[in-house]
């Protein structure tokens, strides 16, 4: 009896030792410290944009005790080729900001670097139409789209009442507006123009002005044109006359868009060509009040001689958050996009930091900026909807393009040449 119940005791002893090792060991996994590494191409965390990822950071953390969140950021074209190099190296980021475009997003799922999500379940999100379709491949979802970017002209309304000038409805009257502006010291309009992505979206722009609906862009791509069709070569005919009529600053090729930018923000420029994601030059701290309260948006004007209408609209869905299908965290990851799409559209919206792609309503104490970009969006009678033409299809397209446009920006090659240069690249692109 007494081994009897000496052997019970052993037993109940293993099995209590047994129990707290597993509690402890279950213990110790939930309280593991993970750290989630990002990447986002928005560095200054000091505008709205980034205090609202910053915000949104901090509620996962909090929701997530274990976890550290350690984010790799830089501007656009410094950020592509950080994550290239990445991709290559299989350090990828777990979570990262990427563009949906076939040269960029596609080369990493084709490389089954990118993970698949639940369409079903982020269609429940309020995204606007098209734009989760915009991250497809295949069949299936493999990003959520963050802005909704729309080709649009951004001007100081103190500035232009102060020489007497209303904003243009035509691309003639815009382009003649370039000597009086330069008269009073500033310059009319400002870009990036470094890159040379600017210069391709207004030729897009373009098309749908010269033309009426953008089909032609498409079109040469699929061969079933040349970008030698009176359209394209038309387009860019305009765009060159725009830089030789002085319209942007000095060092337009040299120029990189935080330049512009400040050019813009500083008041030096009347003028600023960009895309709807720039909503938080209304609410940058880091420019005078007396901008800030002046920065308006406009159409990009039609064209009097064209058949497009001023409300055939460039936009489309570009900026995605992905997850890193090598990713030892694809379960936080996911949790950490569940969270995003819940929380920003209206975070951004309330502080005006960029143009969301999901749903938000109009509030009273919307500024005259936010209002403008929605009444343009809502005015729209055609849009793109699929990405500028340089992202459309291979990135060795994509670098001729955007070579080709600097050369005819800067006079170097006539809009003949241009578009014959471009064709024969998208003939390779085809094959």
Request: proline letters at 5%; aromatic letters at 10%.
């Amino acid at each position: 009896m007494k081994r009897h119940l000496k052997n019970m005791m052993i037993i109940v002893l293993v099995l209590l030792v047994g129990t707290m090792t597993w509690a402890a060991g279950t213990q110790e996994e939930g309280t593991k410290q993970v750290t989630l590494r990002m990447g986002d191409n928005i560095p200054d965390r000091n505008n709205p944009w980034g205090l609202v990822i910053d915000k949104i950071n901090a509620e996962f953390m909090e929701q997530h005790p274990n976890v550290k969140i350690e984010t790799e950021s830089y501007p656009d074209q410094p950020y592509q080729e950080k994550m290239k190099i990445y991709a290559a190296s299989d350090q990828l980021p777990d979570v990262f900001k990427y563009w949906s475009f076939s040269t960029l997003l596609g080369p990493l799922v084709e490389s089954n670097m990118i993970q698949e999500l639940d369409m079903a379940h982020f269609k429940q999100k309020g995204f606007v139409a098209g734009s989760l379709e915009a991250n497809v491949y295949n069949g299936k979802l493999y990003g959520i789209p963050v802005s909704g970017d729309l080709w649009v002209i951004y001007y100081n309304q103190k500035l232009l009442k102060e020489m007497g000038i209303t904003m243009p409805t035509t691309v003639e009257e815009l382009v003649a507006l370039s000597p009086k502006i330069r008269e009073k010291g500033l310059i009319p309009m400002v870009t990036e123009g470094s890159a040379g992505w600017t210069f391709g979206i207004t030729l897009d722009t373009f098309v749908g002005r010269v033309d009426s609906n953008f089909d032609k862009i498409q079109e040469a791509l699929d061969r079933k044109i040349k970008f030698t069709d009176p359209v394209h070569v038309q387009s860019a005919t305009l765009l060159q006359n725009m830089a030789k009529a002085k319209m942007f600053q000095e060092d337009l090729i040299t120029s990189d868009y935080g330049a512009s930018r400040n050019l813009f923000g500083q008041q030096k420029a009347a003028m600023y060509l960009m895309g709807s994601w720039e909503l938080g030059l209304s609410s940058d701290t880091s420019f005078s009040d007396d901008f800030r309260n002046n920065v308006r948006a406009a159409k990009f004007p039609a064209l009097a001689s064209g058949k497009g209408s001023i409300d055939n609209l460039v936009a489309w869905f570009g900026g995605n958050y992905v997850i890193n299908a090598k990713s030892e965290n694809i379960e936080l990851g996911k949790a950490y996009l569940d969270l995003y799409s819940d929380r920003f559209p209206d975070l951004i919206w309330e502080k005006k930091g960029t143009f969301p792609a999901q749903k938000v309503q109009a509030r009273p104490d919307d500024n005259d900026l936010a209002k403008d970009l929605l009444k343009i969006l809502g005015d729209a009678k055609i849009t793109t909807g699929d990405p500028p033409v340089l992202d459309r299809s291979t990135p060795a397209f994509k670098e001729d393009h955007q070579k080709y446009c600097k050369e005819l920006v800067a006079g170097l090659i006539s809009p003949q040449e241009f578009c014959e240069k471009v064709d024969v690249s998208a003939e390779k692109a085809a094959k």
